[in-house]
């Protein structure tokens, strides 16, 4: 990906498909929706008809053949769009139950804000309850902004950039959906971070408030992120006006059902804050 897929001054974003993707089911594919979804990242894209998505997308399939499922809450209409991860690191649960918490609760389909969930973007690494992928690849070292070759290990980073279908999945996806944000959780680090990007401080520093999460110093940030070369939030607040924020929940041990119903009441608290960055 060298850039942005640009829609026109008249669209409305959230989750805009060409009509050939209109299927009665609730869940389709979007297989059908990469090829242009990619073309448009260099250069433009002639879009015949476009919908909304319907509330379940199947973005992708992981390495073993695992689906990869996004699931939208509220205005299928709306121009302002939240986009949560629970878990790219497959022994990270905690992500995951935030995203059942969420996806019981009630959000307006008439208040312009969409929250659209990913449970997991790594199914083989959550049923091996590995970080890892199936290839052993560290997902959020396989983003090809800022991307470099790291060992094969704990953080390996794939033989490329973008090198995983978990990967590509994830990318097209958010091409297609453009978000104003993105809210990837992660353990156990017991933070809230992102790339030294200023137009994400102020949305790190209210989560952490509003989670009772420790957001740390900007000083030293610049060192601090060569050390995570390759992640998902280096190649989306590079391509995107959107901000991103990492949730790094604290161990496992501790969190338990009266941190979850607060980490889930974040998640809607900031979709009801953030603004449109369509433009």
Same mark, same amino acid.
């Given at each position: 990906?060298?850039?942005?897929?640009?829609?026109?001054?008249?669209?409305?974003?959230?989750?805009?498909?060409?009509?050939?993707?209109?299927?009665?089911?609730?869940?389709?594919? !979007?297989?059908?929706?990469?090829?242009?979804?990619?073309?448009?990242?260099?250069?433009?894209?002639?879009?015949?008809?476009?919908?909304? !998505?319907?509330?379940?997308?199947?973005?992708?399939?992981?390495?073993?053949?695992?689906?990869?499922?996004?699931?939208?809450?509220?205005?299928?209409?709306?121009?302002?769009?939240? !986009?949560?991860?629970?878990?790219?690191?497959?022994?990270?649960?905690?992500?995951?139950?935030?995203?059942?918490?969420?996806?019981?609760?009630?959000?307006?389909?008439?208040?312009?804000?969409?929250?659209?969930?990913?449970?997991?973007?790594?199914?083989?690494?959550?049923?091996?309850?590995?970080?890892?992928?199936?290839?052993?690849?560290?997902?959020?070292?396989?983003? $090809?902004?800022?991307?470099?070759?790291?060992?094969?290990?704990?953080?390996?980073?794939?033989?490329?950039?973008?090198?995983?279908?978990?990967?590509?999945?994830?990318?097209?996806?958010?091409?297609? !959906?453009?978000?104003?944000?993105?809210?990837?959780?992660?353990?156990?680090?017991?933070?809230?971070?992102?790339?030294?990007?200023?137009?994400?401080? $102020?949305?790190?520093?209210?989560?952490?408030?509003?989670?009772?999460?420790?957001?740390?110093?900007?000083?030293?940030?610049?060192?601090?992120?060569?050390?995570?070369?390759?992640?998902?939030?280096?190649?989306?607040?590079?391509?995107?006006?959107?901000?991103?924020?990492?949730?790094?929940? $604290?161990?496992?041990?501790?969190?338990?059902?009266?941190?979850?119903?607060?980490?889930?009441?974040?998640?809607?608290?900031?979709?009801?804050?953030?603004?449109?960055?369509?433009?």
């Amino acid at each position: 990906m060298q850039g942005e897929i640009k829609c026109g001054s008249s669209k409305r974003r959230l989750g805009r498909v060409v009509s050939v993707l209109l299927l009665a089911a609730s869940t389709v594919s !979007l297989s059908a929706a990469i090829e242009p979804a990619m073309a448009g990242a260099g250069g433009s894209t002639t879009r015949v008809s476009e919908e909304p !998505l319907p509330d379940q997308v199947l973005i992708g399939k992981s390495t073993r053949g695992r689906p990869i499922l996004a699931k939208r809450q509220g205005d299928p209409n709306a121009t302002r769009v939240l !986009l949560v991860v629970g878990q790219m690191h497959g022994d990270e649960p905690k992500g995951t139950a935030v995203v059942r918490s969420l996806r019981k609760r009630r959000i307006s389909e008439n208040g312009n804000v969409a929250i659209w969930t990913v449970s997991t973007m790594n199914p083989d690494g959550q049923t091996r309850r590995t970080r890892v992928n199936a290839r052993s690849v560290d997902l959020n070292r396989n983003f $090809p902004t800022k991307w470099r070759r790291l060992a094969k290990g704990g953080t390996y980073s794939g033989p490329r950039p973008a090198s995983e279908v978990e990967t590509t999945a994830v990318m097209a996806f958010t091409e297609r !959906l453009r978000p104003d944000a993105i809210m990837s959780f992660h353990q156990p680090l017991d933070t809230v971070m992102t790339v030294c990007d200023a137009k994400a401080r $102020p949305w790190v520093r209210r989560i952490g408030r509003l989670a009772g999460l420790p957001v740390p110093s900007t000083r030293g940030c610049v060192a601090r992120d060569r050390s995570y070369p390759g992640t998902l939030n280096k190649w989306f607040s590079a391509h995107f006006p959107g901000w991103f924020a990492t949730v790094e929940l $604290p161990v496992s041990s501790v969190v338990n059902k009266s941190k979850i119903r607060r980490y889930t009441n974040t998640v809607i608290e900031i979709s009801r804050l953030i603004r449109d960055r369509s433009r």
